[in-house]
C-alpha cells in the first residue's frame, strides 16, 4: 500500500485488513491489502531469506521469511499468498489449535 499510496493516484485511500475465522480445528487469518499486488514472476521467492523488491539500504528481506519459519516450521501451520496486479494482495495464515 505504501508504494501505491507514492503514486499519488487521486481519490486512492490504503486500506490493510485483519480478520480471523474459526474453522474446524484451525484459526484462519486474512490479512489483505489494497496496493499494487505481488507479480507472479517473483511471486515463488517472497519467502526466501533477503529477498526484497525495495531499493539498497531500504529493506532486508527478511519479514516474510520470519513469518514462513514461525508459522510452517514454529507451528505447523500454513501460508499462503492471493494476489492480483493492481487490486491488492491477501495473506492466509492457517494454525492448528487444541483445547487445553
Do not use: M, Q, R
Given at each position: 500500500?505504501?508504494?501505491k499510496a507514492k503514486m499519488g493516484i487521486e481519490g486512492y485511500l490504503p486500506i490493510v485488513t485483519i480478520?480471523?475465522?474459526r474453522i474446524e480445528k484451525e484459526i484462519e487469518l486474512k490479512i489483505q491489502d489494497n496496493g499494487n499486488g505481488i507479480p507472479e514472476t517473483i511471486k515463488e521467492k517472497i519467502f526466501q531469506p533477503f529477498f526484497t523488491t525495495k531499493p539498497t539500504g531500504q529493506g532486508t528481506g527478511l519479514g516474510l521469511s520470519l513469518?514462513?519459519?514461525?508459522?510452517?516450521k514454529g507451528h505447523g501451520g500454513s501460508l499462503d499468498v492471493n494476489s492480483r496486479i493492481g487490486e491488492g494482495?491477501?495473506?492466509i495464515i492457517r494454525l492448528?489449535?487444541?483445547?487445553?
Open positions: 500500500v505504501n508504494e480478520t480471523s475465522n513469518a514462513y519459519d514461525i508459522v510452517i494482495t491477501e495473506f492448528g489449535y487444541e483445547h487445553v
